[in-house]
């Protein structure tokens, strides 16, 4: 692959890398944010470790806590439990909240102003709505350096392979 392809190979890093960043930050916002949501009280109605198969073996575990609550008098639901929730490969993690929001039990529900269908039960940012943006600036940082540094790279190793063939001179 030239420096041209590396250049094209690299803005799929950067572009992927920005898009997921800017995800994760407004993710991050958003999490800030629900520190000021509103509070109401809900029920759980079903909590449970959900499990999922990929097609190489591992097994990813997430916290599936479905809650209700009212608002306005308008009955709400959701399963979210903090912004930017994630699975793991570890079950304790998720057996850990399920623990804590078994059902059947009352809750407090912080729940967005502006949308009362968007709910979560733990406010604030959590280790876990970083993911998103580190994983968006490892990929950007990744990609910015193979489009910066790639291609002089490759035209060095280039040059030193010319450098050592043979010149042949035909008269």
């Given at each position: 692959?030239?420096?041209?392809?590396?250049?094209?190979?690299?803005?799929?890093?950067i572009?992927?890398?920005?898009?997921?960043?800017?995800?994760?930050?407004?993710s991050?916002?958003?999490?800030?944010?629900?520190?000021?949501?509103?509070?109401?009280?809900?029920?759980v109605?079903?909590?449970?470790?959900?499990?999922?198969?990929?097609?190489?073996?591992?097994?990813?575990?997430?916290?599936?806590?479905?809650?209700?609550?009212?608002?306005?008098?308008?009955?709400?639901?959701?399963?979210?439990?903090?912004?930017?929730?994630?699975?793991?490969?570890?079950?304790?993690?998720?057996?850990?909240?399920?623990?804590?929001?078994?059902?059947?039990?009352?809750?407090?529900?912080?729940?967005?102003?502006?949308?009362?269908?968007?709910?979560?039960?733990?406010?604030?940012?959590?280790r876990?709505?970083?993911?998103?943006?580190?994983?968006?600036?490892?990929?950007?940082?990744?990609?910015?350096?193979?489009?910066?540094?790639?291609?002089?790279?490759?035209?060095?190793?280039?040059?030193?392979?010319?450098?050592?063939?043979?010149?042949?001179?035909i008269?």
């Amino acid at each position: 692959m030239g420096p041209t392809g590396v250049r094209l190979f690299s803005l799929i890093f950067i572009l992927v890398g920005g898009v997921v960043f800017c995800f994760g930050v407004k993710s991050l916002f958003i999490a800030n944010a629900s520190k000021s949501w509103p509070t109401v009280q809900g029920k759980v109605i079903s909590s449970s470790v959900d499990s999922k198969r990929s097609d190489k073996g591992g097994t990813t575990y997430h916290a599936e806590v479905f809650y209700e609550y009212k608002v306005g008098g308008q009955t709400q639901s959701s399963n979210d439990v903090a912004v930017g929730g994630y699975g793991s490969s570890n079950p304790s993690h998720a057996r850990r909240i399920v623990n804590k929001y078994p059902a059947g039990s009352t809750i407090t529900v912080h729940y967005s102003p502006s949308n009362p269908s968007k709910a979560v039960l733990e406010a604030g940012i959590s280790r876990q709505a970083f993911f998103l943006p580190g994983f968006g600036a490892v990929f950007f940082g990744a990609g910015l350096a193979m489009f910066i540094f790639m291609p002089g790279v490759i035209q060095r190793q280039q040059a030193a392979r010319d450098v050592s063939r043979p010149r042949v001179t035909i008269k």
